[in-house]
């Protein structure tokens, strides 16, 4: 609680100074860690085809007999709610146009071209399938089997046991219990202020209602009080309810884009980009062609994955506690494959509608950028299509039910993490302390939104992310070493 603090006190006290700092700490993450994050997140993936392909893979989380706390609808759709949160509706639409138009130069392709078009797409598959979701479902496997499996407590430190043993002392777990409620704030308060940039634009162009630190406030009062609502209720109503909410809004938002939008077209770039994602995987992924000194991977790849890996070690709390009486390749097949395939569903839609309007629209979108930002891309999308007025409210709504489903399930976390309350039997976490943190989020989002802008974003989520990866990797050592102590 205190770096956090200290984090809020120095981004109202001296905006300035603060992000001088953490644009030098950025830099030095960047120079010196992208290849981390990278390199992890592809062995993570592998880690998870292996465990999927090896005997460990028809064992049952909690015991042969033990019983599911969701069907597997309901579990499938907390689990993607809960780690994609509000990403996929900024992204989506922002990113494969300034990708279109702003291409890095070791790219070797030409920006607004067909060749920038499909480098754009390929890219964003890069950032938000398969890798990333490999981040979530290791770390997720690993507690899931050492909670339920071997007894051990609710604690990030579990990730460690099965790799130490109780020689795991207790203060060192305490000391990276910390260290993970202070990456998975931090990030989270990121993701939570790209949203109210997000919402802050639909409110200006639905109701001509300026940008501003109250309405920012307000929106994030609102957020943080109804996911309070919704975990006061518990696992099984209030935060499996918005989750199936929330995945049928998505659904609703992307079958109504397909039908209304430049199908062909969307179909046609989706399917290439597609291709060239895997046929270039590695090279791709691992940006084998970025040039030393380079610190465009440090703006994209690596902060999306930063990102990922801030959230993680809090996120796989949560994501193990809701796994039980499942195998551990139905763990995979739904943590990691099928939020890939609902992502590039999702990202080809609204993706490949973007740049057929700004490639039509002689960069009317990319323009919008420009001069209103990321945010408001989205409004600008929007304006294209039949029933725009209502599509945006629609869409609001979206990111609103959203990022209260997120702060929902990992506020609840961090109450289990924070009392140690939480016990195979016992699924509950005290009310206060979810009060605590969602305030916490609340105002250090409203903070960053106000002060910081998109960038700013982006640095939270790399600083937060550090700590984060060295969390996930042990997790997928102690993995490892389960799968031959199980099996």
Not at 132 to 157: D, K, M, Q, R, W
Not at 165 to 180: H, K
Not at 262 to 289: C, E, H, K, N, Y
Not at 374 to 388: H, I, N, T
């Amino acid at each position: 609680m205190a770096g956090i603090l200290l984090v809020l006190a120095l981004t109202v006290a001296d905006e300035q100074r603060f992000v001088a700092i953490t644009t030098s700490v950025n830099a030095a993450i960047i120079d010196h860690f992208s290849a981390l994050f990278l390199y992890s997140a592809v062995a993570l993936l592998g880690l998870c085809l292996y465990i999927y392909c090896s005997p460990l893979g028809r064992m049952r989380i909690g015991g042969g007999q033990a019983a599911r706390i969701y069907s597997p609808f309901r579990w499938f759709a907390v689990s993607l709610t809960t780690v994609i949160a509000m990403g996929i509706l900024f992204w989506a639409v922002a990113e494969p146009v300034v990708h279109f138009r702003e291409p890095p130069d070791f790219s070797g392709v030409e920006p607004g071209t067909d060749a920038a078009m499909i480098f754009s797409m390929s890219t964003v598959f890069v950032h938000w399938t398969l890798a990333p979701y490999a981040i979530y479902t290791v770390a997720g496997l690993t507690f899931a089997l050492a909670f339920y499996n071997l007894g051990c407590e609710f604690s990030v430190g579990s990730l460690f046991r099965p790799l130490l043993g109780r020689g795991l002392a207790e203060p060192v777990a305490q000391v990276i219990d910390g260290l993970v409620l202070f990456a998975v704030v931090v990030g989270m308060s990121a993701v939570l202020s790209a949203g109210l940039l997000l919402i802050g634009d639909g409110v200006q162009f639905l109701f001509a209602l300026p940008k501003s630190p109250g309405i920012y406030a307000a929106i994030a009062g609102f957020i943080v009080a109804v996911a309070l609502l919704s975990a006061a209720s518990g696992l099984r109503q209030g935060i499996q309810l918005l989750a199936r909410i929330n995945t049928m809004v998505f659904v609703l938002l992307l079958f109504y884009l397909l039908l209304v939008g430049p199908t062909a077209f969307i179909v046609r770039i989706g399917a290439l980009s597609l291709f060239d994602f895997l046929i270039d995987f590695f090279p791709r992924q691992l940006l084998w062609s970025e040039p030393e000194g380079s610190r465009w991977s440090g703006w994209w790849t690596t902060a999306f994955y930063a990102s990922w890996f801030a959230w993680a070690p809090l996120s796989c709390l949560f994501l193990g506690k809701i796994a039980r009486g499942y195998t551990v390749r139905q763990f995979i097949l739904v943590n990691l494959l099928l939020p890939s395939l609902f992502s590039v569903l999702w990202f080809s839609v609204f993706g490949g509608a973007t740049l057929y309007f700004d490639s039509v629209g002689d960069g009317s979108m990319f323009a919008a950028y420009q001069s209103e930002g990321l945010a408001a891309m989205a409004y600008q999308l929007f304006s294209y299509l039949p029933g725009s007025a209502t599509l945006s409210v629609f869409f609001v709504f979206a990111c609103l039910v959203s990022f209260i489903t997120a702060t929902d399930s990992n506020t609840d976390a961090i109450g289990g993490l924070c009392m140690k309350a939480v016990t195979a039997e016992r699924m509950g976490s005290p009310f206060v302390i979810k009060l605590l943190w969602a305030a916490v989020i609340g105002v250090i989002g409203w903070c960053s939104a106000t002060y910081l802008g998109t960038d700013g974003i982006k640095m939270l989520a790399n600083l937060a992310g550090l700590p984060g990866v060295l969390i996930v990797l042990g997790s997928g050592i102690s993995l490892l070493v389960l799968a031959r102590r199980l099996t």
